[in-house]
């Protein structure tokens, strides 16, 4: 028997467009002599489908996919998994379901057991979870189909779910097992999931198909990876991260005691990849070809400015140059030097005037008062206006080059530097800026020197440095990584050895900072705690103040 | 027996001030003779504290509440709410519980059995659902505890639950149920919600005391109503809404037959009164007194200055205006009559010199290209921008005046006229606006006239109306309403017997318009489904696009 694995990109509601690409994997499928093809968790409507989920048309729509790959089952059985309406009265609407299709109809149906229900996952609110689970028979194997989650709640001891599906499904004595995953990246669940794969090859001691969907949906980043794992729980196969791969595999050949392929993960290289994929499927899936952003000279905006022309070609990105006042003579040779390295486009436009313009306007009410954030605030939406400008003017999306420990800080001007139609850095503290820095120059100078080596400044007032209002980010990030990704309260922080009267400055700014993130752009998940829909927290909480 | 409900407003993560709030109600109840004092739902911490919850010191300050409220217990008896650690290691981590306290102990802890997870509410993401439900003895009653939704599963022909806590406990007999809630407002379900109760009691055919809090968390209002019903469904109170009441009531008193006291409840007054609150306890719980708010002349931002000034005093409102060469005349006059109708301070700033600033700057790049929505979009930032500047200089919070049948389609500005601390409108359609001014105009005429009978405009280009892009508002708000409200898809819509074209050309509008409501402010919610954590939807998603 062979069976093939369809890692591929989907894009959420395009039902034509992903029935397309299952049709084409099947036809390639179908010339490696596969006997069957399995595609991933909800790859008729695209994951996460959130509240399209609630319209029937749209539930309707996606049955309509599986109908149509029916037609192409003739010959090759399919595996692929699409929203179900429950016809039990009782329960939520819906199961997160797995068809396996052959010679035209449905043989088998397997629904999500485990539903996950933290971060970023809501499945709780659509989906029923199922309680039971069996196997079926296929060219004289058994074969029990998971989706995801499904494997999650092996050797746990603090077990999220009160049951475990293979359990069940190992009583029927399967051959092998088909898991169809939607599985976000973050940097360190890549490794997580291998290691849960292999575990369960341990615990029923069956070969393991997995096959995870690749492609960005805005935030949220799916990696691939899928995995052919033998009943000792040695690799098989580890298919490559953040691209369409299509495998054809012998069943009879995954033998336990096998070589072990498992690859390499750098943790850099991984985020790198994530972000550069982000990028480029939103482009691609909203229908954009060209990006806009602001280069400051700094770190951020060098870094911003990279990815998107590793994502977009530099041909499809054009930087402003916006100096003020307050702006070094090296920010502005900085940018241009970037921009010449990297042969992206770019315009030089000096705020002055304007930032005049609006002095003028509003001298009768503010003249006698002292300058502060307020004038700085206008100099920065002085800049998000005119990239915004750009944008509309000539169909750029504008990218956001705001890092994490800013955002987690409250750092940054909202509809100023907090503008853009995504946030390619949010997710990444200043620390780690520096090492991905670092790691696309690793071959040759991209970023200046000099964007990384000098200290970091807004450049709103003179002399002005990011020092003069928060710590130093040596210092702040790991303080933050611990209250944000580990959730950990102040006296766990005060216990873990960080100073009292900085702690408790820090969880300040970051509460009180919820405000902004709330009308901020959506951030590109890397991390297993990114700002959006994976961490909920009220605006005006009092906790913490 | 005397039974005192205290609905009172909570603030989330305020610890001492909701424990001051309730250490107060317990010396009024024991004034009053009361044995036993009930709060609402996870009322030491507030609601919803979303994730919050995930840190363990929030727990544990929750639960010091409970502590120090178990030492106002001698001489009455305590129901309150909180989230209480799970001790079995499967499962979520917290239960939502109410414990009871009497002299100086916790005598019964109850947990809630049925977590809403959908629209706003995310309870399945923190807390493990009870299965097992008993009543206890207090004072020779045997008392049934229930938790909110608890409630919610009953003459249900649709059930989302497949157990009924009440089921369980009326078995055991109970003299009377308390229920402690924490039940959002919408101006469709405070009927929903009495109804409900009646429901319960005329099934269990016991007296119910149903304590709801009051009060706006950003977007969500609560709305209170608390209920005392009879045995037999009649209501014997229904407390006010949208204000702090503790009632003291005789147990023995509360007798079938009684007199229904059921209030009327009228559509315009709840909208205009949750909106009112939120405002207030918006400014009120992030500790800001004034508000301000562009004037266009136009109809929802007179609306808005109405509803600010009604909640903070004329005296904490400043309306600026700020016409551009496209502003008519009369959209002047209009602003100014609304500011002197209201008692609130105005000021003009005109933006054609900065506009002119922009066009100069931007001229090496636009010169040779047809004026378009860039133009219009420059001047709805300017005036974003000079609202920020007021709003920084004097510590205003601005107020967003975008509808909800704007917010929908996705007319208007991003970081322009969708700037904003709180979008006070943007869960009214504009049909409904028109009906929300003849109510604040009820008695004396302070939106004027024109600004209501004025056919809509944005007034950023000459001769502009609403209506060159968007179909009337009388047709695109029933329909709007359909596919938010209602998720109606197409062809349901079709079938009502809407034109197919206008359908499709509505439904990709507001599709497309995603991205902008990501980045929108929090949208005070009257409806039962607003823009905000209770609608997710993909930015990226193409469906009917």
């Known amino acids: 028997m062979r069976i093939v694995l369809a890692q591929l990109n989907y894009h959420i509601g395009n039902f034509s467009g992903n029935l397309e690409a299952m049709k084409n994997a099947i036809a390639k499928a179908k010339s490696l002599k596969g006997d069957i093809i399995c595609f991933s968790e909800l790859s008729t409507c695209g994951y996460p489908a959130v509240d399209f989920l609630e319209f029937r048309d749209f539930i309707h729509r996606s049955m309509n996919v599986v109908n149509e790959l029916a037609k192409e089952s003739y010959g090759i059985g399919i595996a692929v998994g699409s929203p179900t309406v429950n016809s039990d009265p009782a329960g939520k609407d819906l199961f997160n379901s797995a068809f396996f299709l052959s010679e035209g109809k449905v043989i088998h149906i397997a629904n999500k057991g485990l539903l996950p229900n933290y971060d970023i996952f809501d499945e709780y609110r659509y989906f029923e979870p199922a309680k039971e689970f069996h196997t079926f028979e296929f060219l004289g194997k058994r074969i029990a189909i998971t989706i995801c989650e499904d494997l999650w709640n092996v050797d746990n001891i603090n077990p999220l779910y009160d049951l475990c599906p293979m359990d069940q499904m190992i009583q029927e004595k399967p051959d092998l097992m088909l898991n169809l995953s939607a599985s976000p990246f973050s940097f360190e669940h890549t490794q997580d999931r291998l290691n849960t794969i292999r ?26 990876g899928s995995l052919v794992v033998a009943a000792d729980g040695s690799i098989y196969d ?32 991984l985020i790198y990849r994530a972000l550069v994929l982000g990028i480029k499927d939103y482009f691609h899936k909203m229908k954009f070809k060209s990006a806009i952003l602001g280069l400051s000279g700094g770190i951020d905006s060098a870094l911003t400015a990279v990815l998107a022309a590793d994502a977009l070609g530099p041909e499809n990105v054009v930087g402003l140059i916006m100096p003020s006042q307050y702006s070094s003579e090296g920010s502005v040779e900085d940018a241009k030097a970037l921009a010449k390295n990297l042969g992206i486009r770019y315009e030089m436009l000096e705020i002055k005037e304007v930032f005049n313009s609006y002095e003028k ?17 206008i100099q920065a939406r002085i800049r998000g206006m005119l990239l915004m400008a750009f944008s509309n003017k000539f169909n750029h999306i504008l990218l956001n080059t705001t890092n994490k420990s800013e955002m987690a800080v409250g750092y940054g001007t909202m509809y100023g530097d907090l503008c853009g139609g995504l946030a390619v850095l949010a997710d990444v503290y200043k620390t780690e800026v520096y090492k991905l820095a670092a790691y696309v120059n690793r071959e040759k100078i991209r970023i200046p020197a000099n964007s990384i080596e000098k200290p970091p400044s807004a450049e709103l007032r003179p002399g002005q440095k990011d020092s003069d209002s928060l710590p130093e980010y040596s210092i702040l990030d790991p303080i933050l990584y611990q209250y944000i990704e580990k959730r950990k309260g102040p006296n766990e922080l005060i216990e873990q050895g960080y100073n009292e009267e900085l702690v408790l400055r820090i969880l300040k700014m970051v509460n009180k900072a919820e405000f902004k993130r709330y009308q901020s752009p959506p951030v590109i998940r890397v991390s297993y705690k990114a700002f959006g829909s994976g961490r909920r927290l009220p605006i005006e909480g009092n906790y913490l103040y």
Chains 1, 2 share one sequence.
């Open 238 to 269: 580890e298919m490559p991260y953040f691209e369409e791969c299509i495998r054809s595999y012998t069943l009879s050949k995954i033998l336990p005691n096998g070589i072990n392929t498992e690859q390499k993960k750098e943790k850099e290289n």
């Open 361 to 377: 306007l509003l001298n009768p009410w503010f003249q006698n008062l002292p300058s502060n954030v307020t004038e700085e605030n």
């Open 199 to 224: 575990n369960n090859a341990l615990r029923y001691k069956i070969p393991i198909f997995y096959c995870n969907c690749y492609g960005a949906q805005t935030d949220i980043v799916f990696d691939g």
